[in-house]
């Protein structure tokens, strides 16, 4: 299984590179936001293999986090590698992590090949994603994800969890009591 790619790009188009490696010429799919990325000559980049019945297909990222959204969205049923290059194309793994936990089908549905139905389906299968990062933002977020997890040991519903964490910050803890003073008024 290839899991990551160095070399020299030999032909690049937005959604498309050939990367030469040592006399061997890959054709790797990109999303648009990975495209924009590839500014020189020499490239290295996490790869994704997809191997089907007619074709073996390499998608590289530039970006950790946007390779595991990558690989997440393909996990659901009806989501193949062309929607999941259009979400990471539309959407930056922090982006699309804001999205998910909005349940914002609107901004789902302007994904090119994802409709009112796929984007519904999609926000409830990903209601968890979460994406690493080292700023701030990631850092609460892995909180707020060990705290929904604590809350759901508790019998919560996820999606009242989510209501009652929306908008809080803070670490595990603050979240986990905070949330259960909002949902006890719910």
Do not use: Y
């Amino acid at each position: 299984m290839i899991v990551g790619i160095v070399g020299t790009v030999e032909h690049k188009e937005p959604t498309l590179v050939h990367i030469n490696t040592q006399g061997v010429i890959h054709e790797v799919h990109i999303s648009i936001n990975t495209s924009n990325q590839i500014t020189d000559k020499q490239v290295r980049l996490f790869i994704t293999q997809v191997i089907r019945e007619d074709a073996n297909l390499l998608f590289g990222f530039m970006d950790k986090n946007e390779q595991k959204m990558f690989d997440t969205v393909l996990k659901i049923n009806g989501v193949g590698p062309k929607v999941g290059l259009a979400i990471c194309s539309t959407f930056t793994p922090s982006t699309f992590a804001k999205v998910v936990a909005a349940k914002d089908v609107a901004m789902l549905k302007r994904v090119p090949g994802i409709g009112p139905k796929a984007a519904s389906r999609i926000l409830v299968e990903l209601a968890d994603f979460i994406v690493d990062g080292h700023e701030d933002e990631g850092a609460n977020s892995g909180a707020i994800g060990e705290a929904v997890m604590a809350l759901e040991s508790l019998g919560f519903k996820k999606e009242a969890i989510q209501k009652a964490l929306n908008g809080l910050g803070g670490d595990t803890a603050t979240l986990v009591k905070e949330g259960l003073k909002r949902l006890q008024r719910l």
